[in-house]
């Protein structure tokens, strides 16, 4: 998650460091991994215990940006006052949760502001930019998690959600983010049941699969030969008269080459 995340905490840092924010990057345990800071800004942080290797759980701080997020699982903004210890009214904090490639929850994305002067409105504002930070870090972990297999992104009304689908080739699903989880009523967590990604969509396989995956591999084969059958029959392993009479029988034209 380290690794996947640092561009993207970069980028989140320049967009807000400049207004007295730091970017700070949490387990799931509400310990600080990493963070991203002014140097101008440093040491209000430091005092704050906001620093790498730092625990804010609620069970250590109290309610506060990062533990109650993790604690709920929801996106939170925690704004001064709002905090369980007195100390720690001097921040604002702006945090998304961050969930795993199995739809469990990995570690939490944190902007907290050492300014004073700080309103609710710019608040609301850096919020929307944690929660698109912290989905693009879930999706990137989830496509590297499942590196070989054909990712589907689906549509959904869920705007701060990543719903990604990973398809194997004989297009079973392997694995689903916690938004898709979610949106096709797949277990919460933890592996899933290999189904079928037509079954999820609500399409059907046509007369037969074994067809249609008959066709698709047919049509693979002349796409990559331009449509020369003898071509694609030696691709498909098979011979031209073989071919043809499948072609024939699922309805296929081509070059006669």
């Not at 799931?28 to 290797?53: E, Y």
Request: with cysteine.
């Amino acid at each position: 998650m380290l690794h996947v995340a640092a561009p993207k905490l970069d980028a989140l840092f320049q967009l807000v460091g400049s207004s007295g924010c730091g970017v700070l990057l949490t387990d799931a345990d509400g310990v600080v991994l990493d963070l991203r800071t002014a140097d101008s800004d440093l040491a209000a942080f430091d005092g704050w215990g906001l620093t790498p290797g730092s625990d804010w759980s609620e069970a250590s701080e109290g309610t506060n940006g990062i533990g109650t997020c993790i604690a709920e699982g929801r996106r939170v903004i925690i704004h001064r006052d709002d905090h369980f210890h007195a100390r720690n009214t001097g921040m604002s904090c702006m945090d998304a949760p961050i969930f795993g490639p199995e739809g469990e929850l990995i570690g939490a994305l944190d902007v907290s502001s050492a300014r004073a002067d700080q309103t609710e409105a710019f608040n609301h504002l850096i919020a929307a930019m944690v929660v698109q930070t912290a989905r693009q870090i879930e999706t990137d972990n989830f496509r590297a998690a499942f590196s070989g297999a054909r990712i589907i992104v689906a549509d959904t009304d869920d705007s701060e959600a990543a719903t990604l689908l990973a398809v194997d080739r004989d297009d079973l699903v392997m694995g689903a983010t916690r938004g898709a989880r979610k949106a096709f009523r797949l277990n919460s967590s933890g592996p899933i049941k290999s189904v079928p990604a037509s079954d999820l969509f609500g399409r059907d396989d046509g007369p037969t699969g074994f067809e249609k995956a008959e066709r698709a591999a047919v049509n693979r084969a002349l796409s990559r030969a331009d449509g020369n059958v003898s071509q694609a029959a030696r691709m498909l392993g098979i011979g031209r008269a073989t071919l043809y009479r499948r072609m024939k029988r699922l309805g296929l034209g081509g070059n006669p080459n």
